[in-house]
């Protein structure tokens, strides 16, 4: 994989607060990467230092191999960009406001307006951009980030204020990029969303990466329990099977629903043993979520001295 960005023992200090602590890693060419953390983890200020809107305190960055805080940063014009609060001159509409970013960026004007349609505001686009709503405004920054189909593209709290038929036009627009090559770096704390699309997590507190890799391969780091739902036939009331292993934790949930917590080792077991019993209705395998995964994470630092 053909590496994009590089980002090389990075801090960024804003007098006395560090906004990013000795960050480092790879984003690869065609990967979706989802980068996650509470407010203040940094997340914002490393998209920006991408860019090269800000210069690191220490460390270094490379995107498109040069240097994005470079005066003469010829990547720049790659380079796709939705900020979590975006701002557009109210008195244009939406067809001048795409036409005007895509002349900045020195892309057909026509191909860009195209985006308009993709993004739902084809019906809306000879309206003034004041008269939007903040969920309208929102597409109209996706569609001014994809113009000219950038080879990074940075996406800050992207589906915020997104109706859900055109969060999953989003994530189809964004894995299609993906696929042709595209980097896509993707902050948001709709973790659900994320969990089920991104390829790869990095994960952020006070400044600090404090975990990076695919879902599965967090979930083998962290060894959280898998929760495995049951619906067994002919249990009484308050009952569990005899045939669960003893150290495995189980309750009942409601009727003939049996719940249990399985260790990584245990979820074979388990499930051998239920099917073997010959009682099994239905079954359920859960395994840790990304909100999940992220509380762990964020608790092993905390309680590091």
């Not at 189809?172 to 090559?181: H, M, N, Q, S, V």
Request: charged residues 25%.
């Amino acid at each position: 994989m053909t590496g994009t960005v590089h980002v090389a023992d990075v801090s960024k200090k804003y007098g006395s607060v560090k906004a990013v602590s000795g960050a480092s890693f790879e984003l690869g060419q065609g990967e979706l990467v989802a980068l996650i953390g509470h407010n203040g983890a940094g997340k914002t200020t490393l998209m920006k230092l991408m860019l090269g809107l800000i210069r690191p305190t220490s460390g270094s960055i490379e995107v498109l191999g040069d240097n994005p805080a470079a005066g003469e940063f010829a990547g720049r014009r790659q380079l796709g960009y939705l900020p979590e609060n975006v701002s557009f001159d109210a008195a244009l509409t939406g067809r001048e406001t795409q036409a005007f970013y895509a002349r900045l960026k020195r892309e057909p004007v026509a191909k860009a307006l195209e985006l308009l349609d993709a993004v739902g505001l084809g019906a809306a686009a000879t309206r003034r951009v004041g008269t939007y709503s903040k969920g309208m405004r929102q597409r109209l920054g996706l569609a001014q980030a994809l113009i000219g189909k950038p080879r990074v593209l940075l996406l800050d709290e992207p589906t915020t204020g997104l109706d859900p038929e055109l969060r999953q036009t989003f994530y189809e627009i964004i894995t299609r990029l993906a696929a042709e090559g595209a980097t896509v770096l993707l902050s948001s704390h709709a973790l659900t969303e994320l969990g089920e699309r991104a390829e790869r997590v990095i994960i952020m507190n006070r400044g600090i990466k404090v975990a990076d890799g695919s879902i599965e391969r967090l979930r083998n780091i962290a060894r959280l329990p898998t929760r495995i739902r049951l619906k067994v036939a002919g249990l009484a009331p308050g009952e569990v099977p005899s045939w669960l292993p003893t150290n495995a934790p189980c309750r009942r949930l409601n009727g003939h629903v049996v719940e249990i917590d399985a260790a990584p080792e245990q979820k074979i077991e388990v499930l051998r043993c239920a099917t073997a019993a010959g009682t099994l209705e239905d079954l359920d395998v859960v395994p840790p979520s990304l909100d999940e995964l992220y509380a762990h994470f964020l608790r092993q630092v905390e309680r590091m001295p």
